[in-house]
């Protein structure tokens, strides 16, 4: 019978200091008991998963994975946890049982694990570490071993024991269906502990505890922000070594992040500073230049990203170019060779190929043609205060700088737009259109001005000194 595993997932996570569950805090990308899930599924089991706390948003979240939940009446401990669990698992058989904050976990270990477990009752994953804080100890004495929490241990064994328990755990069901009934409260919370279960295999001959061979963060228990940020710092050091044994280059991998479903092509070079959310998939060759954020979006090869980019569900064909300085939010696609560059923004709006936008630009919910040129500071006004609305320009169309183009509108194929119109209307393919206030030249009026003005300043100075002089005499 293939094993199933159970997460435990139910705890609030009181020294997390937070209002979201500690399961549910983010690590690269995931909720941390997404990762677990993925171990197991990974390592081909079946994965049901016991809920309490905030239950509801941690069933949205591993919903999608095809995950089964257990409940758990109110959060009385580890062993309370699995007890709520066993009517919905069978009979007999081997049951992996490991806690939702251990988001570095991989599914080889796991894999590892029941291989070493075979038939025993209670087999227990152990690690050695320098300084055991808060984790349970391995206590062996002869051939018996329990496992002592942290909170119970004297000051001599706190001094003495480097081994603990990663939490990890494979059963045999039928010694659990057996046992769990019957363990006890302990003080002070009244909860009760898994961890009982090691020993009572241990009376019967069926305990064993192995110690993990690989490095120990791999099991590292999330229980504060301050571990938390300690598993995203050593999930992304494993991430991006990954990527760049595939042929990625990070300049400078300390301050750049990469989190979960990130696919990088080979030859990618990510310059110092970028961070590459959940989403991104850069094929190969692609350059992003320092300073970039991009999440949820698609690179072709030939593309290239210059510093200081935010991208965000945008779709960038070969050739293009991005930045330095462009936004592109949910819906941009750059077709070949469009160009989107310093302070502009483009959100769900397609620049077909060789389009370009290079400077200070709106552009929302358009279509801008083949070799269209949108200059500096053109806005397409796409919002009523009430309604999102369209703007479409034809092929090499020209739009002249600081031009408002009032969607919805249309404007032709092949079109000029003076610089500073504000457009309203439909322009045809081929016109030019002025939509500003005609310009007018009044002859030597500037100089008549200066004139006037410098006669009027004379003759308050001569004023100002009249009656200074009266005043005097
Ligand atoms: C537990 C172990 C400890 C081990 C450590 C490894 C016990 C008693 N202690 O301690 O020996 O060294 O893990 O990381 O098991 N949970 C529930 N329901 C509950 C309580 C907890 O589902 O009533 C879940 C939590 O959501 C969490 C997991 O069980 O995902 C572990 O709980 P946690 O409180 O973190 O246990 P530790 O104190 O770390
Ligand atoms: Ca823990």
Not at 42 to 55: F, S
Not at 147 to 156: F, G, K, R, S
Not at 205 to 217: Q, S, W, Y
Not at 343 to 354: I, R
Request: with cysteine; aromatic share 4%; net charge neutral.
């Amino acid at each position: 019978m293939p094993a199933i595993a159970l997460i435990l997932a139910a705890g609030m996570g009181t020294r997390m200091r937070s209002r979201l569950a500690k399961v549910l805090h983010p690590v690269l990308g995931w909720p941390m008991v997404q990762h677990a899930a993925h171990a197991c599924q990974q390592a081909g089991l079946a994965v049901r998963v016991v809920v309490n706390h905030q239950e509801e948003a941690v069933r949205a979240a591993l919903g999608p994975l095809g995950v089964e939940f257990s409940r758990q009446s109110s959060p009385l401990g580890t062993g309370h946890a699995v007890a709520c669990a066993l009517p919905d698992l069978p009979a007999e058989g081997t049951l992996l049982v490991l806690p939702g904050d251990a988001p570095l976990l991989r599914s080889e270990t796991l894999a590892a694990l029941l291989a070493a477990h075979d038939q025993a009752l209670c087999t227990c994953l152990s690690m050695e570490l320098p300084d055991p804080a808060e984790y349970g100890r391995i206590v062996r004495e002869g051939q018996a071993v329990r496992i002592v929490e942290a909170v119970h241990l004297d000051p001599t064994e706190r001094a003495a024991l480097r081994e603990v328990n990663s939490g990890i755990y494979a059963f045999d069901l039928a010694f659990l269906h057996e046992v769990l009934p019957g363990l006890r409260p302990h003080p002070p919370k009244g909860e009760l502990y898994l961890t009982d279960v090691l020993e009572l295999a241990s009376e019967r001959g069926g305990a064993r505890v192995i110690l993990h061979r690989g490095p120990p963060e791999e099991l590292l228990g999330v229980n504060d922000r301050w571990a938390l940020s300690q598993a995203e710092g050593l999930l992304g050091e494993r991430l991006k070594r990954q990527h760049a044994l595939a042929g990625v280059s990070f300049q400078d991998p300390a301050s750049t992040r990469v989190e979960v479903e990130v696919q990088l092509g080979e030859d990618v070079v990510i310059g110092p500073g970028c961070v590459l959310r959940r989403g991104t998939r850069i094929q190969s060759g692609v350059e992003v230049g320092p300073h970039c954020v991009l999440a949820d979006c698609e690179v072709a090869s030939g593309a290239r990203i210059e510093a200081h980019s935010v991208v965000q569900g945008a779709k960038i064909a070969s050739g293009a170019v991005v930045g330095p300085f462009a936004r592109l939010r949910p819906g941009a696609e750059l077709r070949a060779g469009a160009r989107v560059g310093n302070f502009v923004e483009v959100k769900n709006a397609v620049l077909e190929e060789g389009a370009k936008a290079n400077h200070l630009a709106y552009i929302g919910d358009a279509r801008i043609g083949a070799r269209a040129n949108i200059g500096a500071g053109t806005i397409t006004c796409n919002y009523d205060g009430y309604r999102k609305h369209r703007t479409e320009i034809g092929e090499d169309a020209f739009i002249g700088s600081n031009s408002a183009l009032v969607a919805p509108v249309k404007i032709g194929a092949r079109t000029i737009v003076a610089a500073g119109s504000v457009l309203t209307r439909e322009v045809p393919d081929d016109a030019l259109a002025l939509g500003r206030a005609p310009q007018v030249n009044k002859e030597g009026m500037a100089r008549d001005l200066r004139a006037r003005s410098a006669e009027l300043a004379r003759r308050a100075a001569e004023l100002a000194r009249g009656e200074k002089e009266g005043r005097n005499g």
